[in-house]
Every structure is written in structure tokens, then in C-alpha cells.
């Protein structure tokens, strides 16, 4: 599972800057308070928590779930979040790998990269065949999920 500093981190890298200070900038927020979320004496707020999700193409809950997990201290109450978590965001994921799936076992070139071997038609054969039966293990394995 994620944390506070892996996401900000993946913020980061999202906007191509490099320092906690300029992230407290993007975020207009104080460098001190990206600081004690990077140290751990601090958990995100919502409102950071929805400004992480935006840059990151997250759902906002996902991100406020992992934040009220590091924040919570009663084991029971932590729980609840961490079921909250595994349930709604893996089937999210299963989803996600269920359409990735079926567009490959349509026939869909996920990879665009078939241009490339337009010269090698035995190459470009393999690779559609590999497609579909990729495809076709990626539905199977998303309904094994769910």
C-alpha cells in the first residue's frame, strides 16, 4: 500500500520538480507542513489529500483512506479503513485490469507500437497473437479478482 511519502513523492515526479519546497508551492501550502508529511509528524489533510489525487489521476477517497490509516491509532477504527481500502480500490483495480484485458482480447493495440514493424508482417502476426492471448489472461485473471 502507498503512504504520504510515496504519493508526494509520485507528485513530484508528476510535476517535474525536484524539491519539497517547490511542491509546497505547487500545492499552495507551507514547505514546514510538506515537511512534517514527509517526516511522518503529520498526516495529510482532505484538502491536500484531494490536491494529491488531482495530480496523481487518483480517486480522492483512496488517497484520504491511506492518509486516515497512517493518522489513526485505535486498531479498530484502523481496520475499518485499511477494509474500506482493500475493498473498493482492489476491485477498482480488477476493473481496470478487466478493461485493459477485453481491449486487448478485442484485437486493440494497447502498446502502439505495431508502426514500428510494419516491415516484418511475420513479426507484426506474432505480436497481434500475443495481444489477444495477453488479453484474453488479463480477463480471466480481473474475474478471479472480483
Not at 26 to 43: D, K, L, N
Not at 47 to 75: C, D, H, Q, Y
Request: hydrophobic share 45%.
Amino acid at each position: 500500500m502507498e503512504t504520504t511519502q510515496t504519493l508526494l513523492q509520485r507528485c513530484k515526479t508528476e510535476l517535474g520538480i525536484e524539491s519539497d519546497y517547490a511542491l509546497a508551492k505547487a500545492f499552495e501550502m507551507s514547505p514546514q507542513a510538506i515537511g512534517r508529511y514527509q517526516s511522518g509528524e503529520r498526516q495529510m489533510d482532505n484538502w491536500t489529500a484531494l490536491k494529491v489525487a488531482n495530480v496523481l489521476g487518483m480517486e480522492p477517497m483512496e488517497v484520504i483512506a491511506i492518509s486516515e490509516l497512517e493518522r489513526e491509532k485505535n486498531e479498530a477504527k484502523r481496520k475499518v479503513w485499511e477494509s474500506f481500502y482493500n475493498k473498493h480500490f482492489k476491485k477498482l483495480v480488477a476493473v481496470l485490469v478487466l478493461i485493459t484485458g477485453m481491449w486487448g482480447f478485442l484485437g486493440g493495440n494497447t502498446l502502439q507500437t505495431t508502426a514500428h514493424f510494419a516491415a516484418n508482417e511475420a513479426l507484426l502476426a506474432s505480436k497481434t497473437v500475443f495481444h489477444v492471448w495477453a488479453g484474453g489472461i488479463l480477463v480471466i485473471l480481473a474475474l478471479l479478482a472480483i
